[in-house]
């Protein structure tokens, strides 16, 4: 895809989110008057508000979009290209720190897709979408809330009126579009073997950047083996190919809005298992 067409695609897909979005806050809107839950000052306050936060979205995506592509073009990867495009986009920590997540979810989400992965040549870049259940997980996600989710916000409303009828309404909503977001990050965020260390990236969950020489051994996970979670960290595992490794010194782990797991074994899913294990051989790492 060149340029101009992903631009054409990123801009339709802002469009189309953005009117969504303006669609669903009128139904809001609809919803509270019918009701008359709220005076007018009230709700000329809470207008204000949603207008400038959607106008604040709106800028921001774009500005995003637009420093991403230019970051692509000159970083050595995807991952630099990111935190170079978040920096220049919200600039203030603070304000990167409330932002970030809400900002690659939505990326990932709804434009991602309309980009080839960022990959270097030579790289030894090990997929994990192909191999994990992520696009299964979003699926049981997506069809087990979003059929019932109109019905389900009625009947709420009916007997405990719109607010908390919304309020689980917009839940429900983002975390479809949260599970969303993890199949496309999964897909441009692969395990990334170098010299020195292992870049382990699941989605938007989980990351750690691996140093070589604190993996102790390595070894493929058999079929029929059971694996005892305490002590360990098990990344979403949907599939036969996996991979334990084993660690001098507990890695941490970091997760969204602030989490993280210290671990001294680890079992992940990689789409190559022999060639991963092959190559942390010929990087010194004990293998079996």
Do not use: C
């Amino acid at each position: 895809m060149t340029a101009t067409d992903y631009q054409g695609s990123a801009n339709r897909a802002k469009a189309t989110f953005f009117f969504g979005l303006a669609v669903l806050l009128s139904l809001l809107y609809y919803s509270v008057l019918s009701r008359q839950q709220t005076g007018w000052p009230e709700l000329a306050a809470l207008l204000a508000a949603t207008l400038a936060a959607l106008a604040f979205d709106y800028v921001k995506v774009g500005q995003f979009l637009t420093t991403l592509g230019k970051q692509e073009a000159v970083q050595a990867s995807h991952e630099l290209a990111i935190q170079r495009a978040l920096t220049a986009t919200l600039k203030w920590p603070l304000l990167k720190k409330l932002f970030e997540t809400e900002l690659l979810t939505l990326y990932y989400a709804f434009f991602a897709k309309h980009r080839e992965p960022h990959v270097r040549p030579n790289d030894n870049v090990f997929d994990y979408s192909a191999a994990s259940n992520a696009h299964d997980v979003f699926l049981f996600v997506a069809l087990s809330q979003l059929p019932f989710l109109p019905f389900v916000h009625i009947v709420i409303e009916q007997h405990k009126g719109p607010g908390p009828a919304w309020i689980i309404t917009a839940l429900t909503l983002w975390s479809v579009i949260w599970y969303l977001a993890q199949v496309e990050a999964a897909r441009h965020r692969p395990i990334e073997l170098g010299r020195t260390e292992v870049k382990y990236r699941f989605g938007l969950m989980w990351a750690a950047d691996i140093p070589l020489t604190t993996i102790r051994s390595a070894r493929r996970i058999e079929v029929d083996e059971e694996l005892d979670g305490a002590g360990m960290f098990l990344s979403p595992l949907g599939s036969k190919k996996n991979v334990m490794l084993e660690f001098g010194s507990p890695i941490q782990f970091k997760g969204p809005y602030g989490l993280h797991k210290r671990r001294q074994r680890a079992a992940i899913s990689v789409d190559d298992p022999a060639y991963f294990l092959r190559q942390l051989a010929l990087n010194g790492v004990a293998t079996h």
